[in-house]
C-alpha cells in the first residue's frame, strides 16, 4: 500500500473541514446546540439505561445490597423455563399468554378496524359525528374504561350477565375464570377504534377513483373491487399497521394490571406484567432485566420477520420491481 | 353485462343507492352505539341509588338523579393528613400536566427545529438514532432508570420552592399541603415525572420537523439577510407558524397525561402525590369503595369528561396530531 493511500482519507477530511467556511462550522454548532435537549436525554434517558440493563441483566440485585455478576445464570434460567416452567420464573408462562393475546388481538383489531373506516369512507350526511363516536372511546382513560366494563362484566347484575339470563344462556364470572380471562380481555380490547383506523381512512381515501370505475366496466362486483383494489392499495397502511400493532400487543400491560392483575392463575400474566412483577414487587432487577433483553430480541426477530415478508404482499406505487 | 340485469332486479339505480346508504346509516349507528353505550352506561350508573344499579331489566334513566353521588365520591376519601383526596389528586394532575407541557414544548421545537433547518456534518446519523429510539420497547429501560432515579440527590433549590410555595397554593386552591421532609432521592418525587419531559421525545420531534420542513426557506433567508440570529428566527418565524402543530402536540400531551397512571404506578409511593387516574384506581381498591358501584361510576365519569369534552372540541388538531405522530390511543 502506497503511503498516499494511508494518508489521503485524512487529509481529505481536513480538506473537506477547511471548504467548510466560518458560517457553515457556525451553523454546525448551532445543530448540535439546538438538538443538544435530545442528544443529552438519549445518553442518560436511553443509551446509558440500555447499557445499564444489560449489565444488571448479568447480576442477581436486590437494589439493596451490591449486585453480584453471575454472567448467564438469569439467561439460562429463562432458557430452562422453556422446557420446565416453573411458577417462580413464570418466563414460558407469559410468552405463551402474550403470544396468544397477540396472535388473536392483531388481526381481529385490524379488521375491526378497517370495517369502522370503510363505513366512515361512505359519503352519508353526518360522517363528522359518527367520526367523532368511533374514536370517542380512545380518548376515555384505561382507568375509567376498566371500571365500566368491570361493572359491564360482573356476573351480578352485570348487562352482559342480564343479556345472558334473559336469552337462558349460562352465565360466568368471565374474567375470573382461567378459561375465559384472556378471551374476554381479547374482546373487551377491540372496544374503541384506534390510529389504526385513522391510517386506514386516509389509506382509502387516497385510492383513486378511477380503479373503481374501471374495474366496474370490467364487470367487477363488490367482494373483486375490495380483494383487487382496495386491499393491495392500503398493503403499505396493512403493514405499518401490523408492525405498529404487533409491537405494541406484545408490549400489553395496562388491561392485565387493571382488570386482572394477571389472574386467575396466571391466565393473563403478560409478559410485561412479568417484568414489574419481578421488578417492583419481588426485587430480582437482575432476572427482570434479562427479561427486558429478551423482548427486545423478540421484538426485533418479530419486526425483521414481517419486514422480509413485506416484499411479497406490499405493494407501493411506482415501485421497480424484479431482480 | 350482468350489471345492468342487476340494477334492473334491484329496481334501478337510485332506490339501490338509497338502499345501500340506509344499510351503512343502520352500520354506523350499531357500530356507534357499541362505542358510546358503555359511556353512557357509566354516567347512568354514576347518578343511581346503588339499589337501581342491580335492577332487572337494566334501567337507563335514574328515576330520581342522585348528584350526591359526586358530592361522596369527591369528599369522601380522605388524605392522610385529612381533607379530601380527589381535588388534591386532581390538583396534582393540573400541575404535573403544566411542568411537562412547558417542557415538551420547550424541547421538542428547539430539536426539531434544528433537524429542519440546521446543517450539519453527522446529521443524519443523529437523525437515524431518533428514529430508532422510537422502535425501542421502553420496558428496556424502565428498571435502570428507576435505578438511576433512586441515586440522584434531590436539588435542594426545588425543595426549598416548594416549601415555600405551600402556603400559597394553599391560601389559593384551599388544598391541604403537609410540610416534607427533604427528599433523599427523586424516588417518591415529581422529578422522575416531569425531568425527562425537557429532553424531547422522539415521535413529536419528529412530527415537528416534518412540520418546519413545509416552512419556505425564503422566510428564514429573508430574515438572515435582516441580520437575524439563528435563535431569532426559530422565535419569531418557526414558533408562530407552527401554532396548529403546537395545539396538536399540547391536545395529546395533555390527554396522554390525564390518562397516565403508569409511571406515576413506578415512581410514587405517598397516595397524596397521586395524579387523578392512579388516584381513582387507589380509590377503587379499598374495600369501603370497590363494591360501592355508583360512586365507582361517578369517579370513572369524572375521570372521562375532560377528555372527552377537549377531543370534541379539538377534533381537528387531534385527529391531525395523531395521524402525524402514530401514537398509539
Not at chain 1, 362484566?153 to 378459561?179: E, H, Y
Not at chain 1, 395496562?254 to 389472574?263: I, K, M
Request: some cysteine.
Amino acid at each position: 500500500m502506497s503511503e498516499e493511500a494511508v494518508i489521503a482519507p485524512v487529509t481529505r477530511r481536513r480538506e473537506a473541514k477547511h471548504r467548510l467556511g466560518r458560517m457553515q462550522l457556525r451553523e454546525e454548532r448551532e445543530f448540535y446546540l439546538f438538538v443538544a435537549p435530545w442528544l443529552i436525554g438519549f445518553v442518560i434517558w436511553t443509551a446509558g439505561p440500555m447499557l445499564y440493563s444489560l449489565y444488571i441483566s448479568f447480576t442477581t440485585w436486590d437494589v439493596f445490597t451490591k449486585p453480584i455478576w453471575v454472567g448467564l445464570q438469569n439467561y439460562a434460567t429463562l432458557w430452562h423455563d422453556l422446557f420446565e416452567p416453573s411458577q417462580l420464573v413464570l418466563f414460558s408462562q407469559s410468552l405463551k399468554v402474550t403470544t396468544i393475546y397477540t396472535v388473536l388481538m392483531v388481526p381481529l383489531r385490524m379488521i375491526v378496524n378497517l370495517v369502522g373506516a370503510m363505513l366512515l369512507n361512505q359519503k352519508i350526511i353526518g360522517m363528522p359525528f359518527f367520526r367523532a363516536v368511533f374514536y370517542s372511546p380512545t380518548v376515555i382513560p384505561a382507568v375509567a374504561s376498566a371500571l365500566v366494563w368491570t361493572w359491564i362484566m360482573q356476573s351480578n347484575g352485570g348487562l352482559v350477565s342480564l343479556a345472558l339470563n334473559k336469552l337462558g344462556l349460562p352465565n360466568q364470572t368471565w374474567l375470573f375464570r382461567s378459561k375465559t380471562a384472556l378471551v374476554t380481555l381479547v374482546v373487551l380490547g377491540l372496544w374503541g377504534f384506534g390510529s389504526q383506523m385513522l391510517f386506514f381512512l386516509a389509506g382509502l381515501q387516497s385510492i383513486p377513483e378511477h380503479l373503481y370505475e374501471a374495474a366496474k366496466i370490467d364487470g367487477a362486483g363488490q367482494w373483486q373491487q375490495f380483494r383487487y383494489i382496495t386491499l393491495p392499495m392500503l398493503s403499505p397502511v396493512i403493514f405499518y399497521n401490523l408492525v405498529m400493532s404487533m409491537m405494541g400487543t406484545f408490549q400489553a400491560f395496562d388491561s392485565a394490571f387493571l382488570y386482572t392483575g394477571g389472574g386467575p392463575n396466571y391466565a393473563t400474566h403478560f409478559y410485561v406484567l412479568n417484568i414489574y412483577t419481578f421488578g417492583w414487587r419481588y426485587f430480582r432487577f437482575g432476572i427482570a432485566s434479562a427479561m427486558a433483553w429478551v423482548l427486545l430480541i423478540i421484538i426485533l426477530v418479530m419486526t425483521m420477520l414481517v419486514l422480509r415478508s413485506s416484499s411479497a404482499w406490499v405493494y407501493y406505487e411506482g415501485e421497480v420491481k424484479g431482480r | 353485462m350482468s350489471t345492468t340485469t342487476k340494477a334492473a332486479w334491484w329496481g334501478g339505480i337510485k332506490s339501490r343507492t338509497l338502499l345501500h346508504k340506509t344499510l351503512m346509516y343502520v352500520l354506523c349507528i350499531l357500530v356507534g352505539s357499541f362505542q358510546i353505550l358503555p359511556l353512557i352506561w357509566m354516567l347512568s350508573g354514576s347518578l343511581k341509588t346503588i339499589h337501581e344499579l342491580f335492577v332487572d331489566p337494566p334501567m337507563w334513566i335514574p328515576k330520581s338523579w342522585q348528584w350526591g353521588n359526586y358530592d361522596m365520591m369527591w369528599n369522601s376519601l380522605r388524605l392522610e393528613e385529612g381533607g379530601p383526596a380527589m381535588p388534591r389528586y386532581l390538583f396534582n394532575t393540573v400541575y404535573l400536566t403544566v411542568i411537562v407541557l412547558v417542557g415538551v414544548l420547550l424541547s421538542n421545537t428547539l430539536v426539531g427545529f434544528g433537524f429542519a433547518r440546521l446543517r450539519a456534518r453527522g446529521k443524519n446519523v443523529v437523525f437515524l438514532v431518533l428514529l430508532i429510539t422510537m422502535m425501542l420497547p421502553s420496558q428496556m429501560t424502565w428498571l435502570s432508570v428507576y435505578i438511576i432515579m433512586s441515586r440522584l440527590p434531590y436539588p435542594p433549590l426545588f425543595y426549598r420552592i416548594s416549601e415555600a410555595a405551600k402556603p400559597i397554593l394553599q391560601a389559593v386552591t384551599g388544598i391541604q399541603f403537609s410540610i416534607e421532609n427533604m427528599p433523599n432521592n427523586w424516588i417518591d418525587t415529581y422529578l422522575p415525572l416531569t425531568v425527562p419531559a425537557f429532553f424531547a421525545g422522539a415521535g413529536t420531534v419528529f412530527l415537528l420537523r416534518q412540520f418546519f420542513l413545509t416552512v419556505p426557506i425564503e422566510l428564514d433567508e429573508a430574515a438572515r439577510i435582516d441580520g437575524a440570529s439563528t435563535f431569532r428566527i426559530y422565535r419569531s418565524i418557526f414558533l408562530p407558524q407552527a401554532k396548529p402543530v403546537l395545539a396538536s402536540v399540547t391536545i395529546l400531551t395533555f390527554i396522554g397525561h390525564w390518562k397516565e397512571f403508569f409511571g406515576p404506578l413506578l415512581y410514587l409511593n405517598t397516595s397524596d402525590k397521586f395524579p387523578i387516574a392512579l388516584g381513582v384506581q387507589y380509590f377503587r381498591g379499598f374495600a369501603d369503595y370497590n363494591t360501592q358501584w355508583h360512586l365507582l361510576m361517578a369517579a370513572g365519569t369524572v375521570l372521562s369528561i375532560p377528555p372527552f369534552v377537549i377531543f370534541l372540541l379539538f377534533q381537528r388538531y387531534f385527529v391531525q396530531g395523531m395521524a402525524l405522530t402514530g401514537i398509539k390511543g
